[in-house]
């Protein structure tokens, strides 16, 4: 059996065909910087950047048209909007009311959520944005910079080790370092092994164990990957549930219900609150919000 | 602390107010915080705030908010056509039928900020000859653009 025959076998056990798909380019209005999207709009319009609005998201755009890249124009370059998939364009716009609250982004490169908590934000309180390679901080910082983002600070520090800065979280931003998908890589399943996943399911547990310590009693995670494997999504949302007194919240965003139901593995009935995204308008996604459990 | 800054910015005939005990230099670098950051910022960051700028070899080079915070002020500027406006982007100098309007100082040897018609600065340069002069000479050489970003993404990919 091949390495893709292996992987499509399992998405059919979860209820889904697989099948291609093409990505459209997707953009996302800094709206901090922009007083008037439909301003905005127009302008990219005139120079032929043909943009049709994306249903489930406020400010999220697909590029039907384009005679140049879309990080091509002086709008991009002031930080106007920015060039993000729209399924990655959800997870910052699940948390709960998060101006003026510290927020750690404990994977943040490169930058495209970052950027968008901010502006969520409105440039206010403080983000507290992580990662281990420092190429991929600089791309982050080159994106704080060009998005005029100042409410937040990087540090090159690994997300297991998070606990080092001493500071407590109202908010958490787990976005995983995962296997991804073969939407948004064509050579997904020549270069993806079954160990790759279990791999990253390990990390992911590790990186919420340690950022766990450090959320607010009345504090918020919203944990995603763009993988489409269990293991890195519903079995690690069970495993957090089981063992770091986690619950999950309910949320409301485009995406099918969460599996409860794993390849014979009955779940917690409560996983079915994340959020499954399979390739198609958009790639592959998982996401979920995790609250800390009442004491027993 | 910011005499870099300071001087640099005076070099546009203007002044900018910051906050000094909320600069915080890191290396070469200057940042500027806000005072929540500045109680996060006690171990060594990469990057926080908003980014002044860097000294190299004596030589002070802005960021581009620092920039932005000059457009917002009475600095010398230009504004460019569109034409001129993504040459500009792609580190071309200016010339003199691209600028559309001169706000300060039109002598030889003095800086300039260069903006867009949408009063978007697209960075800066020096004026290397007097903007009265014929059409087709180079009024603006240019010494920083936002055309850096797309250059730093080929650097980092």
């Known amino acids: 059996m091949s390495n893709k025959e292996f992987f499509t076998d399992r998405y059919r056990k979860m209820g889904w065909k697989y099948h291609t798909v093409k990505l459209k380019k997707t953009i996302r209005i800094n709206t901090a910087n922009v007083n008037k999207p439909s ?12 943009l049709t609005k994306v249903p489930f998201l406020k400010n999220g755009y697909w590029v039907e048209e384009s005679r140049f890249s879309a990080g091509a ?26 101006n003026g609250k510290t927020v750690l982004d404990a994977c943040a490169a490169p930058g495209g959520k970052t950027t968008q908590l901010a ?32 409410n937040t600070i990087v540090y090159e520090l690994d997300a297991r080790r998070a606990s080092q800065l001493e500071t407590s979280y109202a908010r958490i931003l787990l976005d995983m370092p995962c296997s991804g998908n073969f939407a948004t890589d064509t050579n997904w399943f020549k270069r993806r092994t079954i160990k790759d996943v279990q791999r990253n399911a390990a990390l992911q547990r590790e990186i919420l164990t340690e950022t766990v310590k ?17 293991e890195e999504n519903e079995l690690n949302i069970d495993w957090a549930i ?22 014979g593995k009955h ?30 | 602390m910011i005499k870099p800054i300071d001087d640099f910015v005076s070099l546009f005939g203007t002044s900018i107010s910051l906050d000094e005990s909320l600069i915080v230099k890191k290396k070469d670098k200057y940042f500027l915080l806000s005072q929540r950051l500045k109680k996060l910022a006690s171990k060594d960051f990469f990057y926080a705030g908003t ?31 569109k034409k001129t406006e993504w040459l500009f982007i792609c580190g071309r100098d200016v010339f003199n039928r691209g600028i559309v309007k001169v706000i300060g100082t ?11 018609r949408y009063g978007e600065c697209l960075g800066f340069g020096r004026i290397v000859s007097n903007m009265d002069s014929e059409q087709d000479r180079v009024v603006i050489r240019n010494i920083s653009d936002i055309g850096d970003f797309l250059r730093r993404e080929t650097r980092t990919h």
């Open chain 1, 119 to 150: 502006d969520l934000m409105h440039n206010t309180g403080a983000i507290v944005a992580l990662d281990i390679n420092r190429q991929r901080l600089t791309a982050l910082s080159n994106q704080l910079e060009r998005c005029q983002i100042k």
């Open chain 2, 106 to 116: 039109r002598k030889e040897g003095d800086h300039a900020l260069v903006l867009n």
């Open chain 1, 267 to 296: 779940l917690d009935s409560s996983v079915q609150s994340c959020i499954r995204i399979w390739p198609g308008q958009t790639q592959g996604f998982f996401m979920c919000k995790l609250i800390k459990s009442e004491p027993a």
């Open chain 2, 51 to 81: 980014y002044l700028g860097k000294v190299k070899n004596g030589t002070f080079y802005p960021g581009f908010e620092l920039l932005r915070m000059m457009a917002e002020k009475k600095a010398n500027r230009v504004v460019v056509n």
């Open chain 1, 39 to 50: 301003d905005l709009i127009k302008r990219l319009q005139k120079q032929r950047l043909m």
């Open chain 1, 242 to 263: 089981k063992n770091l007194n986690m619950r999950v919240e309910e949320i409301s965003c485009y995406g099918q219900k969460g599996l409860t139901k794993v390849f």
């Open chain 1, 214 to 230: 450090m959320l607010e009693d009345d504090g918020e995670i919203i944990y995603s990957t763009c993988s489409l494997e269990p």
């Open chain 1, 73 to 98: 124009t002086t709008a991009y370059l002031t930080g106007l909007y920015s060039i993000q998939e729209a399924a990655a364009q959800i997870p910052a716009t699940l948390f709960t009311e998060p």
